[in-house]
């Protein structure tokens, strides 16, 4: 498989601004833009990742942010798949690249978000699972995250005090990353004295909903070697569903898949995410330098650790404590200090992710750089059953 | 009795309260929410969905709590007090299904416990399904 170039990255700080989301959007695409050395006319085409609680803006938003930027003409597309929005959006536009219909194309992703917990849609919609979940249940979505978090507790013995330490070490990368909307380093003490959200998951180990933006310039390897310039490049973004049954109760489902008629599949769900990229790539786990995992807890953190094969089931915790996934270690996790520092702004933070794997492979990630990085993968999940993951390289 | 939703649940005089489930027909798949339309198997193409009870009992797979009140549509009762949730492995099925938990907090949990379906209602009136210590 052919690889299309990163040739510019761009972010508008993370935060709670309480401004329009086309402005974080169109801020992140100018840095990219810059970055890439291209005027936004140069772009052939764009595409939004869709925030689905900003209007019909939001919904449209490839259509919003070239109006934005002002009408040129190009070509346009929009996407929403929930947290896994802003990998589909890049790998919309990837696929256009490789198919040789265009040469440059910009893929931008931000959003504006209210204050506690996510909520569905508005309305009476009784058909919709998503609307069920709170109606019945009061389930919400760091109560599937601690579902996940005691589960790993009964099966791996890991304790709050490896959920806190996850926090403890993403809050550090974090505070040495200008784009992070939580800039300061705290302790485990903080984080076990922090309230109790959801069992055992506390409000340290969750991440915020945030304001923030994210953008992505991409081209041909023939457009950036015509430049002259080294650029990055995407090796692979597998976009999966999972293979039935899914043994694993999926946000926001009632329930898993059976498992009486036909056996689970030998690779669970978040694996299959990484394997399907690792095949693209023709890569392994042993290859990578840096990981941007999506710790949406801290607990979360460690299940992806071991979906990625950087160690085997039950052994995160083990990699965590003797510092392996912190900045200095053999295989960094979150060295941009992961959503635990950014929280969640859901259509940018994938695309968020790969700014911070761009950043790293070209050198440019200040304290936070991972000396000598050459590979880094991306991994997010999206609601109802979909996740990307995404592996950039030199 | 007003459930809160209908036809996932059913509560009878003699056998107590039972999930709603279906089977497929022709591979004996077997769905919770009950599923209309195609096998979800996506090696099977029968569209035969037959609505059967699921198995009363099964054993906690996950648990956790809502420290806060969860956001509208659920409707909090007042004074607030913490919703348990746990995720239960049914016997015989193969499925795990989230649901509240009546009379036990997190603290009285455990992954493995068993745990059987009783119903009990939403703070503004409706049934819905739940789980408790099993008898
Ligand atoms: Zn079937």
């Not at chain 1, 919904?59 to 929930?82: I, K």
């Not at chain 1, 990981?291 to 052994?315: H, I, K, N, Q, R």
């Not at chain 2, 609505?51 to 009992?57: A, D, E, T």
Request: net charge negative; hydrophobic share 45%.
């Amino acid at each position: 498989m052919s690889a299309v170039a990163v040739l510019g990255t761009g972010m508008h700080p993370w935060g709670k601004w309480g401004r329009p989301f086309l402005e974080y959007g169109v801020a992140a695409a100018r840095e990219a833009l810059r970055d890439a050395g291209l005027e936004w006319t140069d772009v052939q085409y764009v595409v939004g990742a869709d925030t689905i609680r900003n209007g019909y803006p939001g919904f449209v938003s490839g259509a919003s942010y070239a109006r934005e930027l002002g009408w040129s003409g190009a070509r346009v597309a929009s996407c929403y798949a929930a947290c896994a929005s802003g990998a589909q959006a890049l790998d919309i536009a990837r696929t256009r690249i490789l198919a040789g219909l265009c040469d440059v194309a910009l893929v931008i992703g931000a959003d504006a978000t209210p204050k506690g917990f996510f909520k569905p849609v508005g309305g009476d919609r009784p058909d919709d699972p998503d609307w069920l979940r709170f109606r019945l249940l009061g389930a919400t979505n760091p109560a599937y995250f601690a579902l996940y978090a005691r589960r790993r507790m009964a099966l791996h013995g890991s304790t709050p005090a490896d959920f806190a330490a996850v926090k403890v070490k993403n809050a550090l990368a974090g505070s040495l990353n200008p784009m992070a909307r939580y800039r300061k380093p705290v302790t485990a003490e903080e984080v076990l004295a922090s309230p109790m959200v959801a069992d055992p998951l506390r409000l340290m180990d969750i991440c915020a909903t945030s304001d923030g933006g994210a953008a992505v310039v991409l081209a041909s390897q023939e457009y950036a070697r015509r430049r002259g310039t080294g650029f990055v490049r995407l090796a692979a973004v597998s976009t999966v569903t999972p293979v039935f049954p899914n043994t694993i109760l999926e946000l926001p489902d009632f329930a898993t898949d059976s498992c009486a008629a036909v056996p689970a599949p030998e690779r669970p769900f978040r694996a299959a995410i990484a394997h399907a990229a690792y095949e693209e790539a023709g890569l392994g786990p042993e290859d990578l330098s840096l990981a941007e995992v999506y710790d949406l807890s801290t607990a979360l953190e460690l299940d992806w650790m071991e979906d990625l094969g950087l160690c085997p089931p039950g052994e995160a915790d083990k990699l965590l404590r003797d510092g392996r996934t912190a900045l200095n270690g053999s295989i960094p996790v979150n060295p941009s200090g992961g959503l635990a520092s950014f929280g969640e702004a859901i259509p940018a933070q994938a695309l968020a992710q790969v700014c911070e794997l761009a950043n790293q492979l070209r050198g440019r990630a200040g304290a936070r750089q991972t000396a000598g990085a050459r590979v880094g993968l991306a991994a997010d999940q999206g609601l109802f059953g979909h996740g990307s993951a995404i592996i950039a390289t030199l | 009795m007003t459930y809160a939703i209908d036809g996932w649940f059913a509560i009878s005089e003699e056998d107590g309260v039972h999930l709603l489930g279906t089977s497929c027909a022709a591979c004996g798949t077997i769905c919770f929410p009950p599923r209309r339309g195609s096998c979800p198997n996506p090696r099977c193409a029968s569209t035969d969905m037959r609505v059967l009870p699921l198995p009363r009992r099964g054993r906690v797979w996950s648990y956790t709590n809502a420290c806060y009140p969860p956001p509208a549509p659920f409707v909090a009762p007042d004074p607030y007090v913490p919703v348990t949730l746990a995720a239960v492995e049914l016997d015989e099925v193969g499925i795990v299904v989230l649901g509240q938990v009546k009379g036990l907090t997190v603290d009285q949990l455990q992954v493995g416990m068993e745990v059987e379906l009783t119903a009990g209602p939403l703070a503004d009136g409706p049934l819905v399904w739940m789980w408790e210590r099993a008898s």
